[in-house]
């Protein structure tokens, strides 16, 4: 150890401490007991009664630069996963700042802490007084923030947590996200059946002469009610990862938690019955369905079914829509043919004639491959989406909690972790267009082919 010069005076001493640099110099324990007393001793023989003062003055410069924000800021690596270079960026798509859990970023900033902090197995006087704080700051927010017996998630880890699901996502990266304050949020609608004589809900035109008389017309508003669903996700987690490897485990809520939400928030923002869970857009009642083919063979794709859904989607959500598709169906579509006479020609929707790979197109549109939507030859094999048109209530708080008693026997610790949220189609019916035969909706789908 370099030995740090022994200060004269308390003045020298509490500078020389304001220096977080001093603590490199001493590489253990006993390096610092040596200085304590050398400077002890110095001090002594000015005035001995001083000695305790010292004592006391030294204990509380080192508690103060001990403390864990600062020795984590000058020493501590960050050995917390990062999916990317860009993982700032991608949290900040869901962070919110004014989020109940934003009140525990400046002391649980990191899923060491936290687990630390939270882990049932954890009995000593620090986590017993962080639970506490974690506790006092939930019910704060009572009235809106259930409480299930666990600890509410800082939002900087509920976003980490979502920041994964919002680059992989099926339908939350590209649907509309309503934060919710309260466990229901009504949201504004335009009650929109029909583009014949009004758009909007009712909204009318007229030309008129000059002076003539105008003539009154209002859009029917509606409103949607998002009342927040409970997601729960659980696991048991061996114990040596709380006591002997926290990286381990920051690693396994790093990557495990955000693909187990995006999983099961995906699935019912599909096919979601409404009961307990999100409303899936394939369960839409303003979602059409184009009708297969005379004669067509049963678990097919024919390009008229492509193209007459096409036509179905509103011309205003051409632009952003989306096909979405089982990977069951890849081989129809890479084989499929356009018949022309007596003759025909393949068609191959990617860019290179057969020697592209997805990501693919058909009609200048994405196509997403899942294995969460029903297979070949089943409704919502194929779909046709804008998911400008779902709406995703988020009620943007977590909790955690851990139990060591409930698989005691097999020493883990049972991890239950709740997030609230709910989705819907923003619209309710299919829109009947100014002139055309047939209804348009942001949700088209194709017949089962059985």
């Known amino acids: 150890m370099a030995t740090p010069t022994i200060p004269r005076t308390p003045d020298e001493l509490e500078e020389m401490f304001s220096d977080s640099a001093v603590l490199k110099n001493f590489n253990s324990t006993d390096d610092f007991k040596e200085f304590v007393k050398a400077y002890g001793e110095g001090q002594a023989k000015a005035d001995p009664g001083q000695e305790q003062q010292i004592r006391e003055l030294v204990d509380k410069f080192l508690a103060d630069s001990l403390r864990g924000d600062r020795v984590e800021n000058i020493h501590r690596l960050n050995l917390a996963p990062d999916w990317s270079h860009d993982g700032p960026r991608n949290r900040a798509k869901s962070y919110n700042a004014k989020a109940p859990g934003a009140k525990l970023d400046a002391k649980y900033g990191n899923w060491g802490d936290y687990l630390t902090a939270t882990w049932a197995g954890a009995n000593t006087q620090e986590a017993f007084a962080a639970r506490s ?3 006092t700051i939930q019910n704060a927010f009572g009235s809106s923030v259930p409480s299930d017996g666990g600890f509410l ?6 976003s980490d947590l979502l920041s994964v699901p919002l680059e992989k996502s099926l339908v939350r990266s590209r ?11 009504p949201y504004p609608m335009i009650d929109s059946t029909s583009n014949a004589s ?40 061996p114990n040596e990862l709380f006591q002997d490897s926290l990286i ?17 928030e995906d699935c019912a923002f599909v096919d979601g019955s409404g009961v307990g869970q999100p409303t899936g ?34 011309p205003s959500s051409i632009g952003n829509a989306v096909w979405i598709v089982n990977n069951d169906i890849f081989p129809e579509l890479a084989t499929m043919s356009l018949s022309v006479g007596t003759g025909g020609s393949a068609i191959w929707i990617g860019d290179g004639g057969g020697q592209d790979a997805p990501p693919m197109r058909i009609l200048g549109r994405p196509v997403v491959f899942t294995e969460k939507v029903p297979t070949l030859g089943t409704t919502g094999d194929i779909s046709f989406v804008d998911m400008g048109y779902y709406l995703i209530g ?25 997030e609230r949220v709910d989705g ?7 829109i009947t267009p100014r002139k055309g035969s047939n209804t348009l909706s942001p949700f088209v789908k194709l017949q089962t082919r059985s």
């Open 281 to 314: 857009f394939l369960n839409s009642s303003a979602a059409v369905t184009v009708n297969k083919e005379s004669g067509q063979p049963a678990a097919t794709i024919l390009w008229e079914n492509i193209v007459k859904m096409y036509s179905r989607m509103l």
């Open 153 to 158: 998630i800082p939002e900087s880890l509920r």
């Open 133 to 135: 704080d974690i506790k």
């Open 424 to 430: 819907t189609p923003w619209i309710k019916s299919a």
């Open 248 to 264: 381990s485990l920051e690693q396994f809520m790093s990557q495990s938690y955000p693909e187990a939400l995006m999983w099961f």
């Open 394 to 418: 988020d009620r943007q708080a977590m909790q955690m909690s851990t139990s060591t008693e409930f698989k005691f026997g097999n020493d883990k610790t049972a991890m239950r972790l709740i």
């Open 198 to 237: 009004s758009v909007h809900g009712g909204i009318t035109g007229y030309w008129t002469e000059e002076s003539g008389t105008l003539t009154d017309s209002a859009p029917t508003f509606g409103r949607i009610e998002l009342t927040a669903k409970k997601l729960t996700l659980y696991s048991e987690i």
């Open 175 to 185: 649907a509309r996200v309503v934060p919710m304050e309260t466990l229901m949020v």
